[in-house]
């Protein structure tokens, strides 16, 4: 029955909210390839984004099978079913080969007490100081520990296995890519925990290639990245080495790795991440998502004319609903509005100026990172001008491309999987 698929070690998931950016995406892989690292393109889109704007699975399959075709891409590419669950996962099922089973709601509810004692005493490998590889300090569970982290996860990782289960059915094994989130909850997962979690999993039978926990730290919509640097970078490293024993102790599949929700450009955590990536020659799955439709807003200010009023109109509706618009991301933005321009302030701004604020590039001197999550949650606001958007969006094709792919590439894939300096 063929092969089994697999993610290759380093691979970058990017949004396409709207579904035209697929080749200008993948030309940012490309290259890296050219640079002589691969790193497979996965295409995201959660049942939320699919919701507000309007569109279907089926269109993202679309987009990056006829991009692949386009720019003669010969490697591994996937489309990811991002954050579904038993309620969700139907629409994906024929045009999706990668599946985030998100349990984060899961997270706490109560699980059967036989379940819970049968894992302790079955887990008796993870019992006293652990020694990770690469790690100055040991970890230490007891038996106590298990038992709270099991009370507290165990039940989540049924319902994944559940959820694995009923993909598996349909698509048949090793048809897909599985990965398991438990990002969006409000308390990060410490490695203790995490080592639980995938003893669970292995136990499970769920052959996860990625796994998503929470950081600590906050992880904002398309801005850096606020928090404790060491505490994160230490986190990070054990992490890694908690993952590495798991795939040993557990038999877990060998190419498990990290998949980090970064919320998109978390810039000053990637050196880190890069290091520890060298360290443990270990590969992971960056995601990110609403980048890219930044960018595509960054070209059109920057094509002027047009481009620039509708980007302006954008942002005076966005402005004008911001309540509305952020109650859904309230947990995941930070915005001073105090930092927000009035419309009519923007309605004046020239090109340069609707760029400067807009890109990410944090130390320059006009970037406003209030307005950059406000219109990072705008795009519903694109959503509903429809055509008017996208018709501006294929007329000014080459410039939008051109921001997309130095934005991916540079800001991205170079500094988290080549570590040059961005
Ligand atoms: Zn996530």
């Known amino acids: 029955m063929g092969h089994k698929l697999t993610l290759p070690k380093y691979s970058i998931g990017t949004g396409d909210r709207f579904a035209h950016q697929a080749k200008a995406q993948l030309d940012a892989c490309i290259r890296a390839l050219d640079h002589g ?46 954050h579904i669950g038993e309620q969700t996962m139907g629409r994906f099922l024929s045009s999706s080969d990668f599946y985030t089973i998100d349990v984060a709601d899961f997270i706490g509810r109560a699980a059967d007490a036989e379940d819970i004692d049968r894992f302790v005493h079955a887990t008796g490998a993870l019992e006293g100081k652990i020694a990770l590889r690469g790690t100055d300090e040991a970890i230490t569970i007891t038996k106590d520990d298990r038992r709270q982290a099991a009370a507290k996860f165990l039940a989540a990782v049924k319902v994944a296995g559940t959820v694995y289960r009923k993909i598996e059915a349909v698509k048949g094994r090793g048809r897909f890519i599985t990965e398991i989130s438990m990002d969006e909850t409000d308390r990060a997962q410490t490695p203790a925990e995490l080592l639980v979690i995938l003893a669970a999993i292995a136990r499970e039978e769920i052959p996860v290639q990625t796994i998503a926990p929470k950081f600590s730290g906050r992880f904002n919509k398309g801005v850096d990245y606020v928090g404790n640097l060491p505490q994160f970078d230490r986190e990070f490293v054990q992490d890694v080495a908690a993952i590495e024993f798991a ?176």
Not at 63 to 71: G, N, P, S
Not at 333 to 339: F, H, L, V
């Open 247 to 422: 795939v040993k102790q557990f038999g877990l599949p060998a190419e498990l790795k990290l998949s980090v929700h970064s919320g998109s450009d978390k810039f000053s955590i990637y050196p880190a991440i890069h290091r520890t990536m060298a360290r443990f020659d270990a590969g992971v799955h960056l995601k990110t998502a609403g980048t890219t439709w930044l960018e595509e807003l960054i070209g059109l200010a920057e094509a002027d004319g047009d481009g620039l009023a509708l980007a302006k109109d954008i942002y005076r509706e966005a402005y004008a609903h911001r309540e509305e618009l952020c109650a859904p991301y309230a947990t995941v933005i930070d915005i001073d509005p105090a930092r927000l321009p009035s419309a009519d302030i923007v309605q004046r701004w020239s090109s340069e100026q609707f760029t400067g604020a807009l890109r990410h590039v944090p130390d320059a001197p006009l970037y406003n990172s209030s307005l950059r999550q406000l219109l990072h949650v705008g795009y519903k606001v694109a959503a509903q001008m429809g055509r008017r958007y996208l018709d501006l969006l294929e007329s000014n094709e080459a410039i939008v491309a051109r921001n997309v792919t130095e934005n991916l590439y540079a800001r991205h894939i170079v500094p988290v999987f080549m570590g040059k300096p961005k």
């Open 37 to 82: 690292v691969e790193v497979a393109p996965v295409w995201n889109k959660s049942n939320r984004e699919h919701m507000i704007i309007g569109s279907e699975p089926a269109e993202t399959r679309r987009a990056a099978d006829e991009a692949v075709k386009a720019k003669g891409w010969r490697l591994p590419y996937f489309v990811d079913a991002d």
